[in-house]
């Protein structure tokens, strides 16, 4: 029932994007970047992500960071991700710089939602040798939801971080944030995971999963969003739910990608050639096909 309402209103609240079969969008979630010690996840990825967005800021895709982008509820101190990812966020700022970021918040950066702790942590970079602040993403307005609306089509897709309507990191989520900063983060570090978390927990993300399913089959919409950190294209006769994965896999970084006007799923990795050179390798695992078929109405 909360799912239902949760995910209802972000979709009336949702900034709106039209898309045609020119449009290019890649949806990336739960990156959870953190402060570059042993607990943080995204360090070993770091360099696949950055040549990854490279990649799509080159060839004019609009970047969507579906949530949990950076791990504020184990570093409320932004400062502290900022200069542990600072290569990371300066290709961040290429695509904010050239109006291609939108940037969802989630549980775990809910902090967002707070239009002055935006202004105080994201707007400037104060640069600790100059002893001098700069422009960083000044103006930054992050979202809840994003609605890709077709041109000629009228479908929708609603692009969220999909922690609407979980308890635990929802409605309970200061608590849930209070438990990880003090507890379970210091776990985190040996690899224990918070039972809180749908990441781990099998029956809570089938639930959750359940629980989009419906919203989707209620309201005839298209649904892509991440949290449960388990990529998901839809198979033949499936309703049309999509998960974004997450940055954090030992294997590599998932991706949703929308080009000439199909959506397709990618994961990227780092793999040695024939030759013995480590390189970062796009694989595709699932798709593409046309977005007119996951129009359910």
Request: aromatic share 16%.
């Given at each position: 029932m909360?799912?239902?309402?949760?995910?209802?209103?972000?979709?009336?609240?949702?900034?709106?994007?039209?898309?045609?079969?020119?449009?290019?969008?890649?949806?990336?979630?739960?990156?959870?970047?953190?402060?570059?010690?042993?607990?943080?996840?995204?360090?070993?990825?770091?360099?696949?992500?950055?040549?990854?967005?490279?990649?799509?800021?080159?060839?004019?895709?609009?970047?969507?960071?579906?949530?949990?982008?950076?791990?504020?509820?184990?570093?409320?101190?932004?400062?502290?991700?900022?200069?542990?990812?600072?290569?990371?966020?300066?290709?961040?700022?290429?695509?904010?710089?050239?109006?291609?970021?939108?940037m969802i918040y989630g549980n775990h950066n809910i902090y967002l939602k707070n239009l002055s702790y935006v202004e105080k942590n994201y707007y400037y970079y104060y640069h600790e040798h100059h002893r001098e602040a700069y422009d960083f993403l000044k103006g930054l307005e992050p979202c809840e939801a994003l609605v890709l609306k077709h041109k000629n089509t009228d479908q929708e897709i609603l692009v969220v971080h999909g922690h609407q309507g979980d308890f635990t990191n929802d409605q309970f989520w200061y608590a849930s944030m209070l438990s990880l900063k003090y507890f379970w983060r210091f776990l985190h570090a040996f690899g224990i995971k918070n039972p809180a978390s749908p990441v781990k927990n099998v029956f809570k993300r089938h639930k959750i999963e359940l629980n989009y399913n419906r919203w989707i089959q209620d309201h005839k919409t298209t649904l892509i969003c991440g949290h449960t950190h388990?990529?998901?294209?839809?198979?033949?006769?499936?309703?049309?739910?999509?998960?974004?994965?997450?940055?954090?896999?030992p294997a590599g970084v998932t991706a949703i990608e929308i080009e000439d006007g199909s959506i397709q799923m990618v994961v990227w990795r780092i793999k040695v050639n024939s030759e013995g050179v480590l390189q970062v390798t796009r694989y595709l695992l699932r798709g593409p096909a046309p977005i007119e078929n996951f129009d359910i109405r």
């Open positions: 909360q799912t239902d309402k949760r995910l209802t209103d972000a979709y009336k609240n949702a900034q709106v994007a039209y898309i045609d079969e020119d449009s290019k969008y890649v949806i990336m979630s739960d990156c959870h970047r953190g402060d570059g010690s042993v607990s943080d996840e995204f360090t070993r990825n770091q360099n696949i992500f950055i040549h990854a967005l490279n990649h799509y800021y080159k060839n004019d895709f609009v970047y969507v960071e579906a949530g949990d982008g950076d791990e504020l509820w184990e570093h409320h101190d932004f400062k502290h991700i900022k200069n542990a990812h600072f290569d990371v966020f300066k290709v961040i700022k290429k695509f904010y710089t050239h109006d291609r970021l939108v388990r990529f998901k294209y839809p198979r033949k006769n499936e309703l049309p739910y999509f998960n974004a994965g997450c940055c954090t896999y």
